[in-house]
């Protein structure tokens, strides 16, 4: 199918480890998918190498593979409770290698193009300026950063020792995505917000 020409295109860096967790607690488990086929652990991306593709029933037999144990409905298969690999470093010692950058809190708002590069928008938000001993510093308006996602996960040059879970609102029970801090080199643009 197309989609899965479209995900092996993506680069990664080998600091990227992005893995389906369905079973993990802290992450809203699920057992099953809604195909019924019971759910595993199943790597995405690891090592640099090109990300593999969800699959349901259907999917599967019309790609010649088997279920990945993904399917949610109507002809669709998606990883629900994705987690971004931990590394070995603390959030700190990840700040103390940024200094002179921009810590991101969050991001909300946003939207990514369909098809490669997939460049997205997004509103950067709890910004805080990285001092040169990686303390934070003074606080930022939010902005809107722009970039892709193929240079976004070639840019992970580390990720922190441990991870958060988070889920849309409104909450629908079947997943959550879990992540790390994550160091970025070089990628992406900052602009300030204008018309709001």
């Keep these: 199918p ?11 860096s080998p600091a990227a480890v992005l893995r389906d967790e369905p ?7 699920l057992p099953f998918d809604l195909d019924g086929v019971p759910k595993r652990a199943v790597d995405f991306a690891r090592g640099g190498a090109p990300p593999t593709a969800a699959f349901d029933l259907e999917l599967a037999a019309r790609a ?3 279920s990945t144990g993904h399917g949610l409905a109507c002809d ?6 994705l987690a971004l690999g931990v590394g070995g470093d ?12 921009i810590r991101i809190g969050g991001l909300e708002e946003l939207r990514v193009e369909l098809g490669a590069p ?29 970039g ?4 976004c996960f070639a840019a992970i040059a580390a990720t922190a020792d441990h991870a958060i879970a988070w889920a849309p609102l409104p909450i629908d029970g079947l997943g959550a995505c879990r992540a790390p801090a ?6 992406g643009r900052f602009a300030p917000r204008t018309g709001v």
């Design 148 to 151: 892709d996602l193929e240079g």
């Design 118 to 146: 997939y460049r997205f928008r997004a509103v950067a938000r709890s910004l805080r300026r990285i001092e040169a001993d990686g303390r934070l510093g003074d606080a930022l308006a939010p902005l809107v950063f722009t």
């Design 76 to 81: 669709e298969a998606w990883p629900i409770h």
């Design 64 to 66: 010649g593979s088997v």
């Design 182 to 187: 994550a160091r970025l080199s070089g990628h």
């Design 2 to 12: 197309e989609p899965v020409a479209a995900a092996a295109a993506l680069r990664w």
């Design 90 to 101: 603390s959030e700190e010692a990840l700040r103390a290698d940024a200094a002179g950058g």
């Design 23 to 29: 079973r993990a607690a802290g992450g809203a488990p």
